[in-house]
């Protein structure tokens, strides 16, 4: 299994550009999210998605949209790239409906934009 | 509005000692509180998870202290190895969310 991956790594944008960030999971799992890392920030959701269907805003949810195209697939899109979006974003899957919460990042994507 | 702080931001510790990281919150409808651990370059990876009905959970050398009444946890690293080196992340929510609300980090080196 390869838990989840996201595409690209890496992007670079300049503002005003667009891009979809992709993720995906092969554990089944019901609930998946996107988070931005910023230094000094910790993690903090962007969207979540809790079943195929379903999305949901996070606490920074402005410059963002996404789409649940499927249980195993969620991605994000940034319309209009601007400099405060650079970041570093991770993916996460987990099945809250399960006994433990567990949530399983991605790779995550680095992204800058110019 | 932080709702979950995290101290302190750094941490250095010798091989072989006791690593403390301290979590407060403010939301009493919190009720699970994992640990993440991330390695450069990775993604985190939970390491260790509560919820408020114990005060105290050990998993090897991983240890979370649980105050519900003070609204604080901890994470204790007994014995810390150079391969602890990595950033930890408290993290709360209320159950069956899955909104995690993470703390801001910290950033442990264990030397040699």
């Known amino acids: 299994n390869a838990g989840v991956t996201q595409t690209p790594k890496f992007q670079v944008l300049k503002t005003g550009q667009s891009m979809t960030l992709q993720c995906a999971q092969d554990?089944?799992?019901?609930?998946m999210y996107w988070y931005r890392q910023d230094p000094g920030m910790g993690l903090r959701l962007i969207y979540y998605?809790?079943?195929?269907?379903?999305?949901d805003k996070g606490e920074v949810p402005n410059g963002y949209n996404v789409s649940r195209l499927n249980k195993r697939e969620f991605s994000l899109r940034l319309e209009s790239a601007a400099p405060s979006q650079t970041s570093v974003y991770f993916c996460a899957s987990s099945d809250i409906a399960g006994i433990t919460q567990t949530q399983y990042f991605g790779p995550g994507t680095r992204l800058l934009v110019l | 509005q932080q709702q979950v702080k995290q101290s302190p931001q750094s941490l250095i510790v010798q091989k072989g000692g006791i690593s403390i990281i301290n979590c407060a919150y403010e939301?009493?409808?919190?009720?699970?509180f994992p640990w993440y651990q991330q390695f450069p370059g990775k993604g985190p990876a939970l390491l260790i998870a509560?919820?408020?009905?114990?005060s105290e959970k050990k998993e090897g050398r991983f240890t979370i202290s649980f105050n519900k009444s003070a609204k604080q946890f901890s994470l204790h690293i007994m014995d810390s190895q150079p391969g602890d080196s990595a950033t930890y992340f408290c993290?709360?929510?209320?159950?069956?969310?899955?909104?995690?609300?993470f703390g801001q980090g910290t950033t442990l080196q264990v030397k040699p």
């Open positions: 509560i919820r408020p009905d114990v």
């Open positions: 998605s809790a079943s195929e269907g379903t999305t």
């Open positions: 554990m089944n799992h019901n609930s």
């Open positions: 939301n009493t409808a919190f009720d699970y």
């Open positions: 993290a709360a929510t209320p159950s069956n969310t899955g909104k995690l609300i």
